[in-house]
């Protein structure tokens, strides 16, 4: 069993945040600006330095506000730049110098590029590693909970309650058919929202989470075209494909050290990881219910099945999402339809009644079900 | 038809019996509608309502994130999802097993039998299979510790070593108290650590000496060893009391080599089996003949033999018959297949022992059946040996003691004034890895490790070397005894190191196979056991002590006696806090968690007393069973239980019967004469598993006798002719287009040693219940195995029956399922769907062979069930390969589908074909008499279709002895048995 985190609505925050942006706007166009940053206090100086991350000082600026490139709250969008809580983390434990060397003299590739033209003061970016030290110990902002379907959910309830009591108590309306069809309509889709939901339940297709790395399928596939199998060693014989160890990355990245996307920054975690001996944890995207026993090796090494065939087309994701949904009628009906490589494969010489069959013609083709792979126990123990 | 029962009151009136069992059953189904939790039934539909509800509010939030978390650098030879298995050695409590550990993803989560080592074969026993379980237990001391406060390991070892020193430079005497070392290596260390400390007097422990054998062995052939007994080359054999195939000495390998000198499915050969005893044993209740007698009877039974065989020589003494038995068959049987003969007798006294050589000098059978090449050194303490230091103890003489891995405070007669001397002392360290009565009383723990934790060697026989290798890094902080001596000699190479070299100097030598160490090492490693060629003593047999011996037979004794025996589960009680041993039934009497009196059947019939009732003796209050088979005048009681300081399973379950053992002569004998017993009246509630899961009084067990066999290899199984030509039906005749699994059952093979029953506990989740669920009938093994007796109740005839999942091809559990949980395989099995299933349990009751179990609670991480899958730690054991049942879920045998998948899956993606034997379920793969086997029904090649034939075509029955339970019910069965056969000489 893995670690479970679950991401909490947590409305009482929100709130608090969207106060403190208020008041910090309003405190930025109204309190005068104090020159010297030795003269403030820490909280200043946080204060101050998140300002000047999201861009909200007035003063002359060439550039774009940091936070238009570092995100600050997660977004649905890929975004190759490293979060404002990412470089936060990675510059915590060091000094300022060399901050300032990260931030003004970049080593090249895409960052120099944006970086160019910084002109920023010490003064002023000492205000932003304290402000991100100090995110860097309170933890990133969370992301807004999506209470649609939820509240979509009590609405139609409200509606529907509603409609039942002007139908049977008020009767305010003098067209009885209106609270009738509101009451059926809201009646309706909540029943839908409900059936929807429970055979979607423990299903996960799309899903596509934020990794620690911003590691392109898109990329290594796609573009450089590697092998799944070179990475992924272990899915011909395994019943795991297998998460490549972070030593195996280093093969290549031990020499390519910045991306076409993501700078430098990203490979840096890498090799950082293993240089610290630290674990990449990464994020499971293709979770099948510990009641269901699935084998790669079966799959990839013995019926030779194309990977996308399950993971749809991998080259084209930047971020890995889940293809398909993952269901047990997905299941059945690929074995159904797949096609067994019963003459050549040693294995199935033991169907000595099915190859007679075969060659009298009395059947044309094999398929995966009619050699028990839709057996309860083929999956199920 | 040979009426069989399992119970006397089966016997007595069936159908009193009949009513009452299924009342019983009666009330515990309806118990559990009021019992735990009071819900109703309205409550139910409420709660579901707002399930349903609920699920879909929750469904919109997200699920859970799990994380996947690669290796920062590979190990070559681990692939994650596959299991490695690693040879290594089991040795504890005297037995020794050469074992695989399966290790997935870096956790041992099963224990299977070495094929290549020539003592243990490819057999485990239960509590090697259940010593998985010790390494994952919360029990264990989790760092050094100092009167019960945790310390580290420097603070430790600078005050044993100050204080040894302090004792040394002072003179005073230091015990190092240990069980047999069979290690080589061990040896060494100790050795070492005795030289660098010259006060330090090393003895060996055990709870269960074989000093017997040793004084004798020592007076007749010059060498206080144990000899190598070849119970497949006997032809007769005889044993006085000796358990070997339960706990006498090496029973792996004996139960291995005496089955196959009875195997009648490859060859036409079978020994002949006596066995006197007080007490039913596994042994007893395996063998052709058993006579009851008492344990004090003994010496005289012996000397009676001796005299008749002496007869039978022709050189006829002058000595009366001291008893009254009728050894005349005996005599001349074992006279006739002289030098084919082997006598034996589990006895502790010298006396008896010193006969059974004599006898067997005189039968020949010394250097045939007996030998004294590859002597057994598993064990080597003598009882008189530990008297002396305990006396040395007890009177003050001693100023320090070092234990490494014994107990006599608790399982030594004077246990009470060992641990008030130790408590006493100026210096006690011991190398326990958990509590126990001994280590709570010692100043300093230094926890050892787990055996699935350690380096090492052994040396079961002479020349037969094993390596015992780490299988997981240390869970706790702890360290190896051998480690802790070799730093207290000032020694900082590790044990490891120590071990390699040890081996390239003292072993290595001794062989030509390899020219280079590492390979050397590398390749016994990988095997586990290394066999070196030995130069046999040549011993010459003296009479020494046989008139002295002889003296001592007097006729029996009046008056009660006592019979201490070491239980298949607990043997001496070490693994008293393994849930899975406390819960394995005892072969004969089938009751778990707890020891009981075993007493006779007239007995008590004249008392009136039934199971249950209690009695005292000597004060010790135990509930009866009433044991058919018990000798007269005897009670029986297991060795083993009344632990006080083991764990939270081990506390407090049982009696401890250690304090009664009887030291005569100084030596330790497990049979007390001159007892007193008294009826109480009270009432105790055993655990009693042997009349549950009852199949109504059908011919279940058939057998015949080898002479019948001889003429008729289908004798007593006449009604499966009948129920051939019956064979009609309605039905399709089912087909299976690749495989089709079978497994068959030797009757004659197994001797119901319980091993089956752990391996398919460990290796399929089954989850450990407690005494009021296995009263409630709701104990989760799935394979049982069933104990009959046949004929008269004061010496009956024993069968056993392994009882499983008969995966019929016509299965009537199949029909009556509402939601298909349980549908038929297209390979013939049986299968079960938990996810699928809801409960309704009809396929329970409608099963004929009662092998479905029903999950009646949540039994894993359930406070009310406070075994180890309640905790992180012991759920460590789980296999990944299958799925933990949660409350309300039908669950069954299922042929180790997943044993089945992996190798199917192996073939698949090679591109082979399965090969016969590929395929092994947990219980199949490490039976010591090799009672199972499984294979494909399909491939008329394999072994199983030659014992079974094909199940669904009335064609194809396979050997003569081969029947299927209730066939005529025609559910046809992929599992059969072949018949029970007795070598009787009637």
């Known amino acids: ?381 | 038809m040979e009426k069989y029962w399992r119970s006397l009151e089966e016997r007595d009136n069936p159908k009193e019996f009949k009513k009452t069992e299924l009342l019983a059953e009666l009330e515990h189904k309806k118990a559990v509608h009021t019992q735990e939790n009071g819900t109703s039934r309205r409550d139910f539909l409420k709660a579901f309502g707002f399930t349903v509800a609920g699920s879909a509010l929750v469904a919109s939030c997200k699920k859970p994130v799990e994380k996947a978390i690669p290796f920062l650098i590979k190990p070559e030879e681990v692939t994650p999802g596959k299991a490695n298995y690693y040879a290594t050695t089991y040795y504890d409590q005297g037995e020794y097993c050469s074992v695989l550990v399966k290790v997935r993803d870096g956790r041992p989560i099963k224990i299977e039998g070495n094929d290549l080592s020539p003592i243990s074969r490819k057999g485990t026993s239960a509590r090697v299979q259940a010593s998985l379980l010790n390494l994952y237990d919360d029990a264990r001391f989790k760092s050094p510790l100092k009167n019960g406060e945790p310390v580290s390991w420097k603070v430790a070892d600078e005050a044993v070593v100050a204080s040894l020193n302090k004792l040394g430079s002072e003179g005073k005497m230091v015990l190092l108290i240990t069980p047999a070392i069979i290690s080589p290596t061990s040896r060494s260390v100790i050795s070492s650590f005795l030289t660098a400390y010259p006060n330090i007097t090393w003895q060996v422990y055990e709870p269960m000496p074989a000093s017997g054998i040793l004084k004798a062995n020592e007076a007749s052939f010059g060498r206080a060893v144990i000899p190598d007994y070849h119970f497949d080359k006997a032809e007769v054999i005889v044993s006085f009391a000796a358990d070997f195939l339960g706990t006498w000495l090496s029973p792996v390998e004996y139960t291995s080599k005496y089955a196959a000198g009875r195997d009648l499915r490859n060859g036409r050969r079978m020994s002949r089996h006596y066995q006197f005893e007080a007490a039913l044993s596994v042994t007893g209740s395996n063998a052709d003949i058993r006579i009851p007698c008492k344990p004090s009877e003994e010496t005289a039974i012996l000397a009676d033999l001796l005299q008749e065989l002496k007869k039978l020589s022709g050189s006829p003494g002058t000595v009366s018959k001291l008893t009254s038995h009728d050894l005349t068959a005996v005599a001349s049987d074992l006279w006739n297949k002289r030098g084919k003969g082997l006598v034996i007798s589990g006895s502790n006294a010298p006396e008896n022992q010193t006969i059974v050589n004599a006898i067997n000098q005189l039968l020949e059978n010394i250097g045939s059946t007996i030998t004294f090449d590859r002597s057994l050194l598993a064990l080597q303490g003598t009882a008189e040996d530990s008297a002396a230091w305990i006396a040395g103890l007890t009177k003050g003489q001693v100023a320090g003691i070092i234990l490494m891995d014994v107990n006599p405070v608790y399982d030594h007669p004077e246990g009470g004034s060992i641990g008030e001397a130790i408590s006493k002392l100026e210096l006690s360290v011991s190398f326990a890895d958990r509590n126990d009565e001994t280590t709570s009383l010692c100043q300093w723990t230094c926890p050892g490790t787990h055996y699935l934790e350690s380096w090492g060697d052994a040396e079961p026989k002479t020349g037969s070397y094993s390596l015992t290798q780490p299988v997981i890094q240390k869970l706790f902080d702890s360290r190896q005894a051998e480690e802790s001596l070799l730093r207290w000699t000032g020694n900082e190479i590790s044990f490891y190191d120590y071990l390699r070299q040890h081996w390239q100097t003292e072993i290595y030598p001794r062989q030509n196979e390899y020219i280079n160490f590492t390979d050397f090492w590398n390749n016994t490693l990988q095997k586990g056991i290394l066999e070196l060629p030995v130069t046999g003593p040549s011993l010459n047999y003296s009479d020494q002590g046989l008139a002295e011996a002889l003296e001592k037979a007097t006729p029996s004794s009046d008056g009660w006696e006592l019979v201490l025996y070491e239980s298949i589960a607990l043997k001496s009680g070490k693994y008293a806090n393994n849930p899975w041993l406390q819960e394995l039934p005892d072969p004969i009497a089938k009751i778990s968690w707890d020891n009981f009196a075993s007493v006779p059947v007239k007995w008590a019939e004249e008392q009136k007393i039934a199971n249950e009732g209690v009695i005292a003796i000597n004060g010790i209050e135990l509930p009866v069973f009433v044991q058919p088979g018990q000798a007269e005048n005897t009670i029986a009681v297991a060795l083993g239980y009344g632990r006080t300081i083991a764990g939270k399973t081990g506390n407090g379950i049982g009696k401890n019967m250690f304090r009664l053992v009887n030291q005569r002569n100084h030596g330790r004998e497990y049979f007390v004469q001159g007892l007193t017993v008294e009826v109480t009246g009270k009432k105790y509630p055993l655990a009693l598993s042997q009349t549950h899961h009852s199949m109504e009084g059908r011919p279940i067990v058939r057998e015949s006798t080898f002479d019948e066999w001889s003429r008729n290899p289908a004798s007593g199984n006449e009604i499966r002719e009948e129920h051939l030509k019956h064979y009609t039906t309605l039905y399709d005749k089912p087909e299976f287009p690749g495989h089709h699994w079978g497994l068959a059952v030797d009757l004659n093979s197994c001797t119901g040693c319980g091993n089956c029953t752990i391996a398919c506990q460990v290796e399929n989740n089954i989850p450990v219940i407690g005494k009021e669920q296995v009263r409630a009938r709701r104990i989760m093994h799935w394979i049982r195995i069933d104990r009959y007796f046949s004929g008269a109740p004061e010496n009956p005839k024993v069968s056993f029956q392994p009882v499983m999942c008969q995966h019929c091809d016509n299965a009537p559990c199949e029909n009556v399922c509402p939601v298909a949980a349980t549908p038929h395989s297209s390979e013939g099995l049986n299968q079960m769907a938990y996810n699928r299933c809801v409960g309704t349990r009809y396929c329970l009751n409608n099963c004929p062979y009662r092998v479905r179990r029903f999950n009646w609670l949540q039994f894993h991480g359930n406070d009310k069930f406070d075994y180890a899958s309640n905790s992180d730690l012991g759920r460590m054991v789980l296999n990944p390969d299958v799925t933990v049942r949660s409350r309300g879920v039908v669950e069954k045998c299922t042929f180790c589908i997943q044993r089945i998948q992996e190798k199917k899956h192996l073939a698949k993606v090679e591109q082979r074909s399965i090969s016969d034997g590929e395929i092994e379920p947990a219980c199949v793969q490490s039976c010591p008499s090799g009672a199972f086997v499984f294979g494909d029904m399909n491939n008329h090649d394999s072994r199983v279709f030659r014992l079974i034939g094909k199940s669904s075509d009335p064609g194809i029955p396979g050997d003569p002895r081969n029947y299927h339970l209730l066939e005529e019910l025609h559910t046809l069965p992929s599992v059969g048995y072949l018949t029970k056969i007795r070598n009787t000489n009637a």
Request: charged share 20%; aromatic share 10%.
């Open chain 1, 1 to 381: 069993m893995g670690k479970r985190d679950r991401i909490s609505p947590a409305p009482a925050r929100q709130g608090r945040l969207l106060l403190f942006l208020v008041i910090t706007v309003l405190g930025s166009l109204f309190l005068p600006v104090k020159g010297s940053a030795e003269s403030g206090s820490g909280d200043y100086n946080i204060r101050r330095g998140e300002r000047f991350f999201k861009g909200l000082l007035p003063f002359d600026r060439k550039h774009a506000a940091c936070a238009s490139c570092h995100n600050l709250t997660p977004t649905d969008t890929l975004n190759w730049n490293p979060s404002a809580w990412e470089i936060s983390v990675k510059y915590a434990g060091q000094d300022f110098e060399s901050f300032r060397n990260a931030v003004m003299e970049p080593m090249g590739g895409k960052m120099a590029e944006v970086h160019q033209q910084f002109n920023i003061e010490d003064e002023d970016l000492r205000h932003v590693k304290a402000y991100l030290d100090s995110m860097a110990t309170k933890g990133p902002a969370s992301a807004r909970p999506t209470f649609f379907n939820l509240m979509l959910f009590l609405f139609l309830g409200i509606v529907l309650t509603w409609a039942l009591i002007e139908l049977i108590f008020i009767r305010r309306i003098r067209y009885r058919f209106v609270p009738v069809i509101l009451f059926l309509g809201a009646f309706g889709w909540q029943a839908k929202m409900v059936v929807e939901e429970a055979i979607r339940l423990g299903r996960q297709q799309h899903y596509a989470p934020d990794q620690p790395v911003k590691f392109s399928h898109a990329v290594h596939v796609g573009e450089q075209g590697i092998d799944c199998m070179y990475c992924h060693t272990t899915a011909d014989h395994s019943k795991s494909a297998g998460i490549p160890p972070t030593n195996l990355c280093l093969n290549c990245h031990v020499l390519i050290r910045e991306g076409t996307h993501s700078g430098r920054f990203e490979i840096a975690k890498i090799i950082e990881a293993a240089e610290k001996g630290e674990n990449l944890e990464w994020i499971r995207i293709h979770n099948l219910p510990e009641h269901v026993f699935f084998s790669h090796a079966v799959h990839v090494g013995a019926a030779r099945l194309d990977c996308n065939q399950c993971h749809g087309p991998v080259e084209e994701m930047h971020i890995m999402r889940q293809h398909a949904d993952l269901s047990m009628g997905w299941c059945v009906n690929c074995h159904r339809d797949t096609r067994v490589d019963f003459v050549d494969n040693g294995y199935y010489d033991t169907y000595i009644k099915l190859h007679e069959q075969l060659r009298a013609g009395k059947i044309d083709t094999i398929r995966a079900d009619h050699i028990g792979a839709n057996d309860c126990m083929s999956c199920h123990y």
